[in-house]
């Protein structure tokens, strides 16, 4: 996998931080997760160490994000977690910085990793463009998906969580709760849905149902 610089140039206040100055288009956090990246899968290590598996996404619809954990039976902490992805900047920073997250102080116990959301990733980067926000998506998805792995080696399908209950687009696994989080935090249209989501990019025949679902959730919540 090779690297590339992000771009130096970006929409004016696309990016804030934390203290509410205007930012870099890229913080200098993200940056620094995306030429050094954590935890990454490296070829030479063997996914065989790892006990749980989550995937989400394609390389059709642009991103797709593998995680490997290493979590311990007895207490359920997570002691390692490795990663790779076919994605931008943001993707890398993303996952680099979730990885960071749920293996520091000892690692997070499963039932603590589930309760990362986007919003706490993109608050340790210092933010990330608004049309980037599906990046952060993609790492709690995929930590989602392999604590459910860890479960289902495990035989404790009762600890599964499934989470909603209709999946829109198979490719990249978005739910419609995805696309009801979407439109609460104001995405009203069909592309900022998918800025958000990437939901329909490469798999454009879900696009019907889904603007469906942007009109009941805006007149559900907005009238």
Not at 30 to 59: C, L, Q, T, W
Not at 71 to 76: F, G, K, N, Q, T
Not at 199 to 214: D, Q
Request: proline share 5%.
């Amino acid at each position: 996998m090779s690297y590339s610089q992000p771009p130096v140039t970006g929409k004016a206040g696309d990016v804030t931080t934390k203290d509410g100055g205007k930012s870099w288009f890229y913080t200098d956090v993200v940056k620094d997760h995306f030429f050094n990246p954590r935890n990454f899968m490296h070829e030479d290590a063997n996914p065989d160490d790892y006990n749980a598996i989550g995937k989400v996404g394609s390389p059709a619809c642009g991103d797709e994000l593998r995680v490997w954990m290493k979590v311990d039976p007895a207490s359920e902490r997570v002691l390692d977690f490795r990663w790779k992805t076919f994605g931008c900047g943001s993707a890398i920073a993303s996952t680099s910085m979730a990885s960071v997250m749920v293996t520091e102080n000892g690692g997070m116990t499963l039932t603590e990793a589930r309760t990362i959301k986007p919003q706490h990733i993109m608050d340790r980067l210092g933010g990330l463009p608004a049309r980037k926000f599906h990046c952060s998506v993609l790492c709690d998805k995929a930590l989602r998906d392999a604590i459910n792995d860890f479960y289902r080696r495990t035989d404790q399908v009762d600890k599964m969580v499934v989470e909603a209950s209709r999946i829109i687009d198979p490719i990249s696994k978005v739910t419609d709760h995805d696309i009801e989080e979407a439109v609460l935090e104001g995405a009203t249209t069909i592309e900022a849905v998918q800025a958000k989501t990437k939901v329909g990019i490469g798999n454009p025949s879900v696009l019907p149902a889904v603007e469906e679902l942007i009109r009941f959730y805006k007149e559900k919540y907005f009238g």
